[in-house]
């Protein structure tokens, strides 16, 4: 299951991420598989400017670039970690509960298979189903949500529970995240008011705000984060718009202040060792990018999480990354 040569992706109209072989979820997954990339185009979750239904198709075509061999973790990232692109996930673009339902049975059979689901949204509210999945598959989970935002609003706003803005509220409130594992990276940004921390901070949630990570380092809150989740299952939640708009443009939810490429790179190379269940990359919106900037970046940083799943099992122990 090695990537498709630079030549032989030129051959194709359609390239799938990071030129992996392309297997439709009906097909059994080749042994061996310990990822499986699926495309979500939804964008009904979106309260401000939509557009990232269709960061699937731009992700893959960029990731064309990326190519498999990790220099700082010095591994054959596709070769540790066998992986394939399993394509999109089908359902109406305007039906938020049928996409919950596809989604949810398409990363429960993802877990079932004994591989990784990496879910490329689609706006945030993807998050759900795919940790409703991977609760019920791994038991509670250790997640690390990166994110400006805390997304767990409730229905006050729009009277509607469901919308990018609440996949965390959900996941705490229904048992989904194990108890103080709720580690929030990259948030800034003026609030609704006082309370809007609340329901994280009654779940004993971990804030680490994008001022301490620029203070302390992304190496520092990654060892931080690494250390408080041990080894339970992790799930990774990377919302882009945790990166600054000058690094990140392509995003319907732009908040100055933020990560900037690197640190959003190193902060995900810095949870090596980690026992990574699934990770999803969301809030990419392409119609709002430019030159392709914030897609490059959504491609690396899947890179950087399909490493820490190359870094653990094949019999070799994790080489735990140091700043
Ligand atoms: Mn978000």
């Known amino acids: 299951m090695a990537q498709q040569s630079a030549l032989e992706y030129l051959s194709h109209g359609q390239t799938p991420f990071f030129r992996l072989p392309w297997v439709p979820m009906a097909r059994p997954l080749p042994s061996g598989t310990r990822a499986v990339l699926l495309g979500v185009p939804f964008d009904g979750g979106t309260t401000y400017q939509p557009g990232a239904r269709l960061a699937p198709y731009h992700v893959r075509r960029v990731s064309a670039l990326v190519q498999g061999w990790h220099p700082?973790?010095?591994?054959?990232?596709f070769e540790r970690a066998p992986a394939?692109?399993?394509?999109?996930?089908?359902?109406?673009?305007?039906?938020?509960?049928?996409?919950?339902?596809?989604?949810?049975?398409?990363?429960?059979?993802?877990?079932?298979?004994?591989?990784?689901?990496?879910?490329?949204?689609?706006d945030h509210s993807v998050a759900l189903p795919c940790l409703?999945?991977?609760?019920?598959?791994?038991?509670?989970?250790?997640?690390?949500?990166?994110?400006?935002?805390?997304?767990?609003?409730?229905?006050?706003?729009?009277g509607e529970p469901f919308h990018h803005g609440t996949p965390l509220r959900h996941a705490l409130e229904e048992g989904l995240v194990?108890?103080?594992q709720l580690h929030q990276v990259g948030l800034r940004g003026p609030w609704g008011g006082p309370g809007d921390g609340d329901p994280g901070a009654v779940h004993g949630a971990r804030l680490h705000p994008a001022d301490e990570l620029q203070a302390r380092g992304a190496a520092a809150v990654a060892r931080e984060v690494r250390e408080a989740a041990g080894d339970r299952p992790v799930y990774l939640t990377f919302d882009v718009d945790a990166v600054d708009p000058a690094f990140?443009?392509?995003?319907?939810?732009?908040?100055?202040?933020?990560?900037?490429?690197?640190?959003?790179?190193?902060?995900?190379?810095?949870l090596a060792g980690?026992?990574?269940?699934?990770?999803?990359l969301v809030e990419v919106c392409p119609a709002l990018d430019h030159a392709d900037i914030t897609s490059h970046l959504a491609a690396h940083l899947l890179f950087e999480g399909l490493a820490l799943v190359a870094l653990r099992g094949g019999g070799l122990s994790a080489r735990c990354y140091s700043s």
Do not use: C, K, Y
Request: glycine residues 14%; hydrophobic residues 45%.
């Open 84 to 122: 394939v692109d399993g394509g999109n996930v089908v359902f109406p673009p305007f039906h938020p509960e049928r996409m919950r339902e596809r989604l949810e049975a398409e990363v429960a059979a993802v877990a079932a298979a004994g591989a990784a689901p990496f879910v490329v949204g689609g």
């Open 248 to 270: 990140a443009p392509g995003t319907g939810t732009p908040v100055p202040g933020g990560l900037t490429s690197a640190e959003a790179l190193r902060l995900v190379r810095g």
């Open 274 to 280: 980690v026992r990574l269940v699934g990770m999803d």
């Open 132 to 158: 409703r999945a991977l609760a019920r598959a791994h038991g509670p989970l250790a997640v690390v949500h990166v994110d400006a935002h805390l997304d767990t609003s409730g229905p006050e706003a729009w």
């Open 72 to 77: 700082v973790h010095r591994i054959p990232v």
């Open 178 to 180: 194990a108890p103080g």
